[in-house]
């Protein structure tokens, strides 16, 4: 099992960065694939990136690339989220999650993947 903290978020104006993280705890994190989501005022969770446990891998969703990047410190059992270029559609609470896998070259996009959640960090971005 492991646990999840974000931290990082705040208010940024639009076309700023700003960079979240994300402390894992309980297991060997080494062993998760990482994935970010975020979920905005009335609307459902979506996908945002995700990171393979080796960290050779990445996805996108299409709205956030070339603008966002994930990484991974497997040594600081941490997964980042630097954010460039950032709009008001941007702004929603930052979730992220983690996935045992057997393969170091896994990805996965769907909520439906993950077993373990943080509580989220919130990103703001003014116009």
């Known amino acids: 099992q492991v646990q999840l903290v974000e931290s990082g978020g705040g208010l940024v104006q639009a076309g700023g960065s700003l960079r979240v993280s994300c402390l894992a705890s309980g297991s060997t994190f080494d062993s998760y694939a990482m994935g970010w989501f975020r979920q905005a005022p009335g609307k459902e969770r979506e996908f945002v990136a995700t990171i393979s446990w080796s960290g050779d891998r990445t996805d996108y969703a299409d709205s956030v690339k070339g603008r966002f990047t994930i990484s991974r410190d497997n040594a600081k059992n941490t997964v980042y989220l630097q954010m460039n270029s950032l709009k008001p559609e941007d702004t929603a609470v930052y979730y992220c999650?983690?996935?045992?896998?057997?393969?170091?070259?896994?990805?996965?996009?769907?909520?439906?993947?993950?077993?373990?959640w943080g509580q989220g960090t919130q990103v703001t971005v003014s116009s």
């Open positions: 999650a983690a996935r045992r896998s057997d393969s170091r070259y896994s990805l996965y996009t769907g909520r439906s993947w993950y077993a373990y």
